[in-house]
């Protein structure tokens, strides 16, 4: 007979009331302690970090980096304080980073300050240790290292060895320098890191005739981000580490010709985060798009495996990679990981969305011989598979798939398989464009979608789960009956800890002006809930309205001007890990709920915060 299933967890905390404070806030009976603050070392070639912002890019390169997002927790020896942090390094603020800010001289900017700007990007891996309830970094363990946006790494599957990614760097197309804008993370079955690049389109520039995918993907046409294709041609510049963020083809020799660089970019990129002499692996087979995260589906033996990323810009997709291989539960613990990846990441389809109104919905796979809307293949359109993943999104758009307010993360009830898609906000969505899924014009709060795969078929059911507001909001709006206990608005980290508790963050745009009522009453947030407990008066599982809000409750606020995001928990669930970026003043102490004194500035730093209760006892019962 099966083990009856476990009753839900019960949430035993009170929710936070809204705050706006320079400092974070946890419920009564917690702690919260800064973990690797933006440019702590790593290992002795880095000196510590200096307030007045005069570390070196070497230092850079050997230490944590900037904006802290996704991260995962990898335990050794199954250990909840011993383990192993994989992190992404968004991106940076400039200000911040640098003793006066980016400089410019005639147009070009310093080397220096872009090689430190590089280094401040990518993913890290470093060990992490709790002793006496204190968690750290063990400075110079072998495992620490970091990826930035000059690692070398492989590239695998359809795209890697095609004539799209041939460069001076990799003349055979199988290998690229660097990742960036690692925003969202995941996971595999098999004990890898999966970090995934977004927004990375606007680093590079190409001031001829874009091509379609570049047009559609945003990257730049007279300038980059940061400007860092402006210091090519100095006499230090080492194998066009500059020049390549400029990817105007060249009528000069092959050598110096970077058209293709940008496209050994926007992917998932898996890491062993155990073995610190293998490379970061770009797998093409999971789509080129601003990947937010790619969270993998519960495996089951003999099934496919299978990993959802939302591609977050407004308007934008979500997508589903099937493995062609069948999950073997050996491959849970496999002597080389990243040939494990190779066996489910490299070969199998990637499949878009389309949300129907009537709550269906349909998976449609991203073949040549796929048909599209209007009667050709995709195999037509683009020629081979190489091409259709560097065009994932003319692809999508091709076959139909359903316009979505911003995918952000994605996340898996461990309990019943069901997926979870936070939908951030878009504020252009017109009253034209609605749709079942995208129910609301000017969404400037956002929604969860969560969807029941159909078993073995392409097909799905789905519902909203909850629908962000502010709690003074009209009913129209506020349908999930939110209260100043628990409004919110851009959901956007997101996962299910093993007890099925679903948390989710917000990043509602508090740096950029405080401009919806959310961000008029409360800094960004953590809330928790068990859905599995959330139904209505006849107890169907339903999701979140006036009658059962109460269940969805305020776990942590962030100080002034940051963004809450990634979060990760110890096997034994007693720390949670998130992260703080791009705070405004802060943090002032390594405890993280205290404030800098009224008058006081300090150097902001993004930075991890690990919740622990004060007696040592399981985050969030
Ligand atoms: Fe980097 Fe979509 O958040
Ligand atoms: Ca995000
Ligand atoms: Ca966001
Ligand atoms: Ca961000």
């Keep these: 007979t099966p083990a009856p299933a476990p009753s839900p967890p019960t949430l035993g905390f009170q929710s936070l009331p809204n705050s706006m404070t320079d400092a974070a806030v946890v419920p009564a009976g917690y702690v919260a302690h800064i973990l690797g603050a933006w440019g702590t070392p790593l290992n002795s070639l880095a000196a510590e970090w200096k307030s007045d912002g005069t570390n070196t890019s070497t230092d850079q390169a050997n230490a944590t980096g900037m904006h802290h997002d996704g ?34 001289s005639a147009g070009k900017r310093p080397v220096e300050e872009v090689r430190k700007e590089i280094n401040a990007h990518g993913t890290g891996v470093y060990r992490v240790r709790r002793s006496a309830g204190r968690w750290s970094i063990v400075k110079d363990d072998a495992h620490n290292r970091r990826f930035t946006s000059a690692t070398v790494m492989d590239l695998a599957g359809p795209v890697a060895g095609s004539p799209y990614a041939v460069t001076p760097f990799s003349p055979t197309g199988r290998q ?47 300038s980059t981000r940061y400007g860092w294709d402006t210091a090519a041609g100095d006499a ?150 190489a091409n259709i993943i560097l065009n994932t999104r003319g692809a999508a758009d091709a076959l139909g798939a359903t316009p979505m307010d911003r995918p952000e993360w994605t996340t898996v009830n461990p309990l019943n398989g069901e997926i979870y898609l936070t939908l951030t906000n878009n504020s252009q969505r017109t009253a034209a464009q609605l749709n079942a899924a995208n129910p609301r014009a000017n969404n400037v709060n956002g929604h969860i979608i969560r969807w029941a795969e159909d078993a073995g078929r392409d097909s799905f059911k789905w519902d909203i789960f909850v629908f962000g507001s502010d709690a003074g909001a009209t009913a ?8 100043a206990l628990n409004q919110f608005a851009s959901p956007d980290g997101m996962t299910f800890d093993s007890r099925g508790i679903l948390w989710f963050q917000t990043d509602n745009g508090i740096d950029g002006g405080r401009s919806n009522a959310v961000a008029q009453s409360t800094n960004d947030q953590m809330l928790a809930v068990v859905p599995a407990a ?88």
């Design 534 to 621: 959330v139904k209505n008066a006849a107890g169907a599982q339903t999701g979140i309205d006036a009658s059962n809000q109460a269940l969805l409750r305020r776990f942590f606020v962030g100080p002034n001007e940051c963004e809450v995001t990634g979060v990760t928990f110890t096997p034994d669930n007693t720390s949670v890990f998130i992260n703080i970026q791009h705070p405004g003043n802060w943090p002032y102490d390594t405890d993280a709920t205290l404030a800098a004194p009224s008058g006081v500035r300090v150097r902001p730093r993004s930075s991890t915060v690990v919740i622990q209760k004060a007696d040592g006892g399981a985050i969030g019962v």
């Design 176 to 222: 690229t320098r660097g990742t960036n804008n690692n925003c969202g993370n995941g996971y595999t079955p098999w004990g890898t890191y999966l970090t995934c690049e977004e927004n990375w389109a606007g680093y590079f520039r190409n001031s001829g005739t874009r091509s379609a995918d570049q047009d559609r993907l945003g990257v730049g046409r007279s």
């Design 236 to 385: 230090s510049e080492v194998d066009g580490e500059f020049a390549r963020w400029n990817v105007t083809p060249s009528g000069a020799s092959a050598a110096e010709d970077y058209r293709n660089e940008a496209n050994t970019f926007g992917y998932v990129v898996e890491i062993d985060p155990y073995d610190p002499t293998t490379r970061a692996v770009k797998r093409t087979a999971l789509g080129r798009f601003a990947h937010e995260g790619a969270w993998p589906g519960n495996v089951k033996a003999g099934q496919p495996v299978s990993f959802y990323s939302g591609d977050d810009s407004r308007f934008e997709y979500v997508y589903r990679f099937v493995s062609e291989a069948l999950w073997d539960p050996a491959d849970a613990a496999p002597s080389n990981r990243l040939a494990t990846g190779a066996k489910y990441l490299d070969r199998g389809t990637l499949y878009v969305a389309r949300f129907n109104d009537d709550g269906t919905g349909a998976w449609l796979a991203l073949r040549e011989d796929s048909v599209t809307r209007d009667g050709r293949t995709l195999g037509a359109i683009y020629g081979n598979l």
């Design 476 to 483: 129209e709006t506020n349908r999930s009956g939110l209260t």
């Design 71 to 104: 991260l995962h927790y990898f335990a050794l020896n199954n250990s909840s304080s011993d383990g192993l942090l994989a992190i992404n390094f968004e991106y940076i603020d400039q200000d911040a980073l640098h003793p006066n800010g980016a400089t410019l």
